[in-house]
């Protein structure tokens, strides 16, 4: 864990600062800056390096927002990005350690969490992210804190009636609080409470009805104070209804439009046969806002011309998401696959398939790959070998078919299916060590284990 803090911190003072970034072309860096510093500034609208930011129409959730703002009051523009970084840095390393101690929960094996331990210190993408202004290493962390409050002093004290330093109650509003902050961060997480509702009811409802009454009361009240402050504050400020983000509906329709792109091109096709006058006055942050109503009438359209076309374009879209791991294009433009099909194609020798190491980013692509791929294969596996435990793995499982569920609708990227990896990768390790015992045992004639 130590080696792969020191791993994320070199690799992100190393990262280039905003003397040397140009906000304009920054992409999400850039907008999460200039909205950062604008939430602050006291101003519904203004430009920071020729970027606006239209705070009374915000998108997003808020959390990562204020994040990059906070720092904005302390620190100049490069100092800033100094201080996420390390900020994050920190918490990714934390997610290895929650990582860890999630899989000897699970299953109270050294060699388990070792190679789970490894598996996301030495992780290309999670260095990489740790580094990155955006959402996932912030997100993945307050998944990771909640889930880690939940199995230690909720499952466990629930079944096994454990007792820790504290109690269910005061646990369950902790982990609200984490995945409340986690869907502040990203708004994909807002139905996820209902889903743990139904796990403390399942874990509980053997013990006590009062107590899992309560348990259940306690977290969907907790988690919807935390969230509700971000629709109070619009309300108040702006007279504007959002729930966590307005972005629901835009990735629905996104999810069924086969054509759509940048947001020039979405408001030409969402727009395109309407009279409908657009403020040509106002910056992009607030030009491309549109009624709900007019997203319903475009997802309706679609679902009714071809409802079985837009189903094997979600199924499709979903598979190619899940399949595709993330992050892979900061190790340059090299096509693992692409190399591989030529290189074999034309010269399947020992010397060919060397040459591929010598590739630019190669290797650390193929790790992403393997890690990807090996990750899903033995969490798959490893899932079904720890059914055993259901009661503590089910809160896992349950935001891995939420999280499924959800983008069979939402717009599915590979970026928002990453936060399953560290899930995947819990798995894996046991999926790993079980499935080398069972191996062990067969080789040297002793009965399986049951």
């Known amino acids: 864990m130590l080696a792969g803090l020191a791993l994320r911190l070199a690799f992100a003072l190393a990262e280039p600062t905003v003397s040397r970034f140009d906000l304009a072309r920054g992409g999400d860096t850039g907008w999460y800056l200039v909205n950062g510093y604008g939430f602050f500034s006291g101003e519904p609208h203004g430009w920071v390096e020729n970027m606006p930011f239209y705070i009374a129409v915000i998108p997003t959730p808020p959390l990562y927002i204020l994040y990059a ?83 230690e002093y909720v499952a466990i004290a629930g ?84 729930i966590v983000s307005d972005q629901l509906l835009p990735a629905l329709w996104r999810g069924a439009e086969t054509r759509d792109g940048s947001p020039e ?24 806002q549109h009624p709900p109503e007019l997203f319903v009438e475009r997802i309706g359209a679609i679902v009714e011309a071809d409802f079985a ?37 034309a010269n399947a020798s020992p010397e060919g398939l060397l040459a ?26 490893g899932i079904w070998m720890s059914r055993d435990k259901w009661w503590l793995t089910m809160a896992l499982i349950g935001y891995v078919m939420y999280t499924v569920a959800a983008h069979l609708f939402l717009l599915a990227l590979p970026r928002y299916l990453f936060p399953l990896e560290f899930i995947w990768l819990i798995f894996a390790g046991i999926g790993m060590v079980k499935l080398f015992d069972r191996f062990r045992r067969h080789r040297v004639g002793a009965p399986l284990a049951q």
């Open 356 to 381: 591929l190491f010598r590739l630019e980013g190669f290797v650390l692509k193929a790790l992403v790959w393997t890690l990807h791929l090996g990750g899903m294969g033995l969490g798959l596996v």
């Open 69 to 151: 703002g906070l720092f904005q009051q302390i620190f100049d523009t490069a100092g800033t990005l100094v201080a996420m970084r390390l900020l994050q840095c920190l918490a990714s390393a934390a997610t290895v350690y929650l990582a860890c101690r999630i899989s000897l929960l699970i299953t109270f094996d050294q060699r388990v969490a070792t190679i789970v331990t490894l598996a996301l210190a030495f992780h290309p993408v999670f260095v990489v992210e740790s580094a990155t202004i955006a959402t996932e290493t912030l997100y993945i962390f307050f998944l990771a804190t909640g889930f880690w409050i939940i199995m």
């Open 159 to 242: 079944v096994r009636q454990r007792v820790g330093w504290l109690s269910a109650d005061a646990a369950v509003i902790l982990a609200a609080l984490a995945f409340a902050l986690a869907t502040l961060t990203r708004a994909v997480a807002v139905l996820f409470p209902f889903v743990l509702a139904l796990y403390l009811f399942g874990l509980w409802r053997r013990r006590s009805e009062i107590k899992w009454r309560r348990l259940c009361f306690l977290l969907l009240m907790t988690y919807a104070a935390l969230v509700s402050t971000w629709t109070i504050y619009n309300v108040a400020l702006w007279n504007r209804v959002v």
């Open 265 to 288: 091109v979405n408001d030409a096709i969402l727009l395109q046969g309407r009279d409908i006058k657009t403020n040509d006055d106002c910056e992009p942050d607030c030009k491309y």
């Open 309 to 345: 076309g837009f189903l094997v374009r979600r199924v499709r879209e979903l598979a190619l998401s899940l399949l595709q791991p993330h992050g892979t294009a900061a190790f340059g433009q090299v096509s693992v696959r692409g190399a591989i099909d030529e290189i074999l194609a």
